[in-house]
């Protein structure tokens, strides 16, 4: 998945028919600033209300998704959702004239030419991508329907589809990463059964359904009569049946229905508004459950923003330095070396472990009946643990400079660490460094909880 943030450089528009209105809507794709997210804009309403694409706005999923704000509806945006998701376009503004986005062909490849077209621009501003951490379940035991997002390197899907159907059969289909969604996915097409047909029709919906834009699944014997109205339906004299598909309508995939359900996932999942690496997998999935399910990540997400973002430490996992490693660096000795391995450094961040055991030496004058780790230590760790970002960021870094702690502000104690805790020390660079100055968060946890946290500024000053 793309590390910045992406939106269109120039405005283009395409026009088409709501699939279930039978209205022709015009929609403009205009560019948008960071952070703006994907919003869509009613410019025939006196309003013009703007509709952000949020799971949390959703109102109705009959046979689509249906968003709403102030009254103002936009319906049927999952296709063109999985196509701005698929492109990983984070901010647009898309304009409509009309409350149903076209259905076009009935996949989402006519939006992808579109912003293609536009041309897509990366921004400055970096992409914030939720990362899943355990698995998240969604079951509707009703319709026998099961979502799963679990723990991913990348962004997954797997769709799977039975609809006890002699035509189509049991169908699965996999994503294994975004950038094949355009060639692989975005030309599958909507799909109905010919029973469902005369519902829908009378049901007031269907009213731009066209053959050319969407496969009928024939699953049962066709009379004449049946075949009149189906003529009558699509306004078309030669509505015939062939091979189990209306019309004998050549299929893009194989498996295209599986395919078609796996691109709603995306757009429906594309509504909660970050992306998420995960692996998705889709059992029977459908609107109404793929929304519930964006929802539940959603909520899942603001959960992870109100507590601390706890870093995952592996004592099986090979360090990225060790105690001899880490004395190269440091001029630090036993007993004030208080770091015991680097599990994790990058250009912005560093993760240090601290085992603290009961025969450290200041546990035996520091509350000796009852020991607790001095926090002014706790910080010591924290600013040692920081001096390995420091120095990363420089050449040659265990023979030529020393690093040196400037200031401390914004500290807290917020939880005892005692004999046997394994303190988790996380640094994180809050500005690039500057003349040798570097400004630091720094966190200490034990277990899930923060220990101590604190903004620290180093200096790195070569050696005389």
């Known amino acids: 998945m793309n590390l910045y943030q992406q939106t269109i450089k120039n405005e283009v528009s395409l026009a088409g028919v709501g699939l279930h209105t039978g209205q022709e809507v015009t929609l403009t794709f205009k560019p948008a600033p960071a952070f703006h997210g994907v919003k869509f804009k009613r410019v025939d309403t006196a309003e013009q209300t703007i509709i952000p694409a949020d799971c949390d706005l959703v109102i109705s999923v009959e046979r689509g998704t249906t968003l709403e704000k ?10 063109l959702m999985a196509a701005v998701f698929g492109l990983q376009i984070d901010n647009l503004l898309i304009e409509t004239n009309g409350v149903e986005i076209p259905i076009l062909d009935g996949s989402s490849l006519p939006f992808i030419k579109a912003l293609k077209q536009a041309g897509i621009v990366e921004q400055q501003e970096e992409r914030e991508i939720f990362e899943l951490n355990e ?10 329907v099961e979502m799963l997002a679990m723990p991913s390197s990348d962004y ?31 030309e599958a097409r909507t799909f109905c059964f010919l029973h469902e047909l005369e519902y829908l029709y009378e ?11 969407a496969i009928v699944v024939v699953d049962k014997p066709v009379g004449d009569d049946e075949l009149g109205k189906l003529r009558k339906i699509f306004n078309k004299p030669d509505v015939a049946v062939a091979e189990g598909i ?5 299929l893009r995939y194989p498996n295209e229905p ?13 509504l909660i508004g970050t992306p998420v690496r995960a692996n998705f997998i889709a059992t029977k999935p459908g609107h109404k459950t793929n929304v519930e399910f964006a929802k539940k990540i959603k909520a899942a997400i603001k959960k992870q923003k109100k507590t601390p973002n706890v870093p995952t430490y592996d004592p099986n996992a090979e360090p990225v330095f060790d105690l001899p ?6 001029p630090h000795r036993s007993p004030f070396l208080l770091i015991d391995k680097i599990v994790s450094l990058t250009d912005k961040e560093v993760i240090g472990i601290k085992n603290v055991t009961f025969n450290e030496p200041f546990f035996q004058g520091h509350f000796p009946g009852n020991p607790v780790m001095p926090g002014v230590l706790q910080v010591e760790a924290m600013a040692q643990t920081g001096g390995i970002l420091a120095l990363n960021a420089v050449e040659d870094p265990d023979s030529e400079y020393d690093t040196y702690f400037l200031k401390i502000n914004n500290c807290r104690f917020k939880h005892m660490v005692k004999p046997g805790d394994t303190l988790v020390l996380k640094l994180e660079l809050l500005s690039p ?25 180093a200096k790195i000053q070569k050696r005389n």
């Open 325 to 330: 490693a880490i004395q190269k660096l440091l």
């Open 70 to 79: 102030n009254g103002v509806k936009v319906a049927t945006v999952e296709h």
């Open 135 to 144: 698995t998240i379940s969604f079951k509707d035991a009703e319709k026998d």
């Open 203 to 213: 049901s007031g919906l269907i009213r731009g359904g066209d053959l050319n834009n």
């Open 156 to 186: 997954k899907v797997t769709a799977l589809i039975d609809y006890q159907s002699k035509i189509l059969g049991q169908q699965h289909s996999s994503l294994d990463k975004l950038e094949d969604f355009e060639k692989d996915f975005s």
């Open 433 to 457: 460094m500057r003349r040798g100055i570097l400004e630091m968060k720094g966190t200490a946890f034990v277990g899930n909880k923060i220990a101590t946290e604190a903004e620290l500024m």
């Open 246 to 250: 209306l019309n004998n309508v050549d």
């Open 258 to 270: 599986a395919r078609h359900k796996l691109l709603d996932v995306i757009g429906d999942l594309a």
